[in-house]
């Protein structure tokens, strides 16, 4: 993520004021690849693998590095192979059952290499995307959601599948994304889940926002995406109030606030990537 934000910002590997920067942090992440593709070096296990794999297809796409595409390549395939049966995937590999906090993540990675030419199954990203379907409190399963810091809403998406699994502000946002990401921009789902975001947004920010938990952040990472891509009224009404309740919370080191969750590096690369969006600088949150 913080190599993302980097990216984000126009610079790139040995180019620009963080090009050494973003240079070191590569290596490092191609010395994280093991010899099967898996990308892990903390325990973040699948997170951490697709958002490294995210990385290395937007590298990928600037630089067209043959390491960095050996090394995509095999961890695209990771993700292929450790898709399960209910269409989405978990926090260890070949894992039973879903959630969308890890499926998105792997979806978004699987676009982004398919945008810079590496061989995606369709079949792939039409299960995750029925995945998603199934996971909304509107168009999915009809068992009532707990709805977990949050209002209680239909157009919201669910953790898992199984029994009443919990429904909130960041899930619908993660949704949407996964869906944008697999190319349906015209799903029936979208707009009810979009309403839903807006009218949590207030909410779910005085919740979680002040104080920096890193459900904000993680929240907004989908949120903002969903949003961008959706364009218009939605998007120009979520960016102003975000972009003012970011501003407002950073702090006058430069970082954001993370008082809960992995620290004041990720809030602060999450914070930057969100403003950062409108620029289009990676193709992954161009519209």
């Not at 699948?46 to 290395?56: C, G, R």
């Not at 993370?258 to 403003?275: E, R």
Request: proline share 3%; aromatic share 12%.
């Amino acid at each position: 993520l913080a190599l993302m934000s980097f990216l984000a910002g126009g610079h790139a590997p040995g180019r620009g004021k963080y090009g050494d920067s973003i240079s070191r942090g590569l290596r490092y992440m191609l010395a994280c690849v093991k010899e099967n593709g898996y990308i892990n070096d903390n325990g973040s296990r699948m997170y951490s693998h697709a958002f490294a794999t995210l990385l290395l297809a937007e590298v990928y796409g600037m630089t067209r590095r043959r390491d960095v595409r050996d090394a995509l390549q095999r961890a695209i395939t990771v993700i292929v192979d450790s898709q399960n049966a209910e269409g989405g995937w978990r926090y260890q590999l070949f894992a039973r059952e879903s959630d969308m906090s890890i499926t998105v993540c792997q979806v978004m990675a699987l676009r982004s290499a398919r945008n810079v030419g590496i061989t995606v199954p369709r079949s792939t990203i039409t299960r995750a995307e029925n995945y998603v379907k199934q996971s909304s409190v509107h168009g999915g399963s009809r068992r009532r959601p707990r709805h977990y810091g949050g209002l209680e809403g239909g157009g919201a998406f669910r953790y898992q599948l199984r029994g009443n699994s919990r429904a909130t502000f960041p899930l619908t946002a993660a949704g949407v994304t996964t869906l944008y990401a697999a190319g349906n921009y015209e799903s029936r789902l979208i707009e009810p889940a979009l309403e839903y975001l807006r009218s949590q947004l207030g909410h779910f920010n005085n919740q979680y926002g002040r104080e920096g938990h890193y459900f904000f952040y993680y929240g907004h990472y989908y949120a903002v995406q969903a949003f961008f891509t959706a364009g218009g009224s939605h998007w120009r009404s979520y960016f102003t109030t975000m972009r003012r309740e970011l501003l407002r919370n950073q702090r006058a080191d430069g970082s954001w606030p993370c008082s809960c969750g992995p620290g004041t590096a990720f809030s602060t690369a999450v914070a930057t990537l969100i403003l950062q969006i409108p620029y289009q600088y990676l193709p992954i949150f161009q519209r």
